[in-house]
């Protein structure tokens, strides 16, 4: 199975700061790479697919970038909004593996 | 809209077997591969089993194969998952999730339903 490694696990950033989080896969997955966002209670939220494509409705603060084995989702100006936890998943290989996440908490 | 409804959640002794459904509404429900995704209390999401459009290809999680079987019903729009030998460490949310795309699968989860937690406790 392919692992994925989320980093930083949480972060602690104020309104209007530049996030970056890093997902690292085991082996190389390609671009097979999506991006998620959670808030407590509720259903993930596609942001981004095949690392780098914004999904439909996504404001375009958040981007994808990254091939291989290490792949970056930025939130280019953070809004109250986003703080949430955030999963990646590769679908190079089944079965699908999902990173342990990364909690963007308000400073 | 795009609606997924899951249903069937509960708590349940070891061994014991439950049904989870999804109901699905405001796409073609036919046209489109079925996930579940679980996520055990406070603990990260987890791929459970996918099944394609037509149904001819389903596609399980280690931890769940031989115990859980996926499958839909074109007639109900409904997706299902049956889990027998139930463990502990099934305890979960579980989400059941429409692919992105038509067809061919892009295992993106593109729509989510709300979720149905699943408790195994004796």
């Known amino acids: 199975d392919i692992q994925m490694t989320q980093s930083p696990s949480s972060l602690s950033a104020p309104v209007g700061d530049r996030i970056t989080i890093t997902c690292r896969a085991s082996q190389s997955i390609s671009s097979y790479l999506n991006w998620y966002q959670q808030k407590p209670g509720k259903a993930p939220k596609l942001l981004i697919y095949a690392a780098s494509s914004l999904q439909s409705g996504v404001p375009s603060r958040f981007s994808g970038s990254g091939s291989g084995t290490g792949f970056t989702l930025t939130i280019s100006s953070l809004e109250p909004d986003d703080f949430a936890t955030y999963y990646c998943?590769?679908?190079?290989?089944?079965?699908?593996?999902f990173g342990g996440g990364t909690k963007v908490e308000i400073k | 809209q795009v609606q997924l409804v899951e249903s069937g959640g509960g708590v349940v002794p070891p061994g014991r077997s439950l049904r989870l459904s999804c109901a699905a509404s405001g796409f073609t429900f036919n046209t489109y591969a079925l996930h579940w995704v679980r996520q055990a209390p406070d603990k990260g999401l987890e791929w459970v089993a996918a099944?394609?459009?037509?149904?001819?290809?389903?596609y399980y999680a280690d931890s769940v194969k031989g115990r859980f079987t996926i499958s839909r019903d074109y007639s109900m729009n409904t997706l299902y998952l049956q889990m027998d030998s139930l463990r502990a460490e099934d305890t979960a949310v579980y989400f059941c999730?429409?692919?992105?795309?038509?067809?061919?699968?892009?295992?993106?989860?593109?729509?989510w339903g709300q979720g149905t937690l699943v408790t195994v406790a004796s």
């Open positions: 099944i394609s459009y037509d149904g001819s290809s389903k």
């Open positions: 998943q590769q679908y190079n290989s089944i079965p699908l593996t």
């Open positions: 999730a429409r692919d992105r795309l038509t067809s061919l699968a892009s295992w993106s989860f593109s729509y």
